[in-house]
């Protein structure tokens, strides 16, 4: 099997990988990345101060409705003991009277402490409202320089696109296939010589399991050794690119 193609594949898809590495650790790349996540910051937790100060008006809104009706409730009972000559029921409507106010003071207490707490939740979404507008004008600053370096790289990414996308018609599937989950898994280079006097991999020079060497018999032959995922050993697909000493 001829392996000029993908060689010529992969070496010119390693200039599109140290492009792409380039940007991904570039100064512009890491202050977009930390100014996204800052602004991703303050908008969730905008979002939840928001939900929570809801939240609480609305159980501030339905505490002050109890108050008012018990008020109403209370008021039913004013003037009720000029009338009463006995004793048993004036000490009745004492009780119930008593009975209410206590319950319109625990909700006024409890009333005080949500509108302290809403106090507290409209101070925090002020100031995480004003940390947003901050952090979304170093987001738009920082992503322009990103997209700026993008956009300096952009011709020659796409000149190397095109250069891969007419070498990958030429290349048999099953290679191809073989080359991309080795790059996904970033095996790189994926296809790599057989150092077949040692009979260890010509790159990373890793012994190569028994049942890759038998696959490595003759000058075109390939292997990629099957080991567990834990393993140190190599990973790559292997090529045997010379003739054999007679």
């Not at 939240?55 to 004013?78: C, Q, R, S, V, W």
């Not at 029921?89 to 707490?117: F, P, R, T």
């Not at 260890?200 to 080991?227: E, H, I, Q």
Request: proline share 2%.
């Amino acid at each position: 099997m001829k392996f000029d193609k993908i060689l010529q594949y992969q070496k010119i898809d390693q200039e599109l990988m140290n492009l792409e590495s380039e940007v991904a650790k570039s100064d512009e790349r890491q202050k977009f990345a930390v100014a996204k996540s800052h602004l991703e910051g303050a908008t969730e937790m905008i979002g939840k101060l928001k939900s929570e100060a809801g939240e609480l008006l609305a159980g501030y809104a339905a505490m002050k409705e109890k108050i008012d009706a018990l008020k109403d409730e209370l008021d039913e009972f004013d003037g009720i003991l000029d009338d009463v000559q006995d004793a048993n029921e004036a000490d009745h409507y004492l009780k119930m009277v008593a009975s209410i106010a206590e319950k319109i003071n625990a909700l006024e207490k409890e009333a005080n402490g949500a509108a302290a707490k809403i106090d507290q939740v409209n101070d925090s979404y002020k100031k995480t409202w004003d940390q947003g507008v901050k952090a979304t004008d170093v987001y738009k600053s920082a992503k322009a320089d990103y997209d700026n370096l993008v956009r300096k790289l952009q011709p020659r990414v796409v000149e190397i696109k095109s250069q891969l996308n007419a070498l990958k018609a030429e290349i048999p599937e099953n290679i191809m296939n073989a080359y991309l989950a080795l790059r996904t898994a970033k095996k790189m280079p994926a296809f790599v010589a057989y150092d077949k006097t040692k009979g260890v991999c010509g790159r990373c020079f890793m012994d190569l399991p028994n049942d890759t060497k038998s696959k490595l018999r003759n000058v075109g032959d390939y292997a990629v050794p099957k080991l567990p995922q834990n393993t140190l050993r190599c990973r790559r697909a292997i090529i045997d690119l010379k003739e054999r000493r007679k």
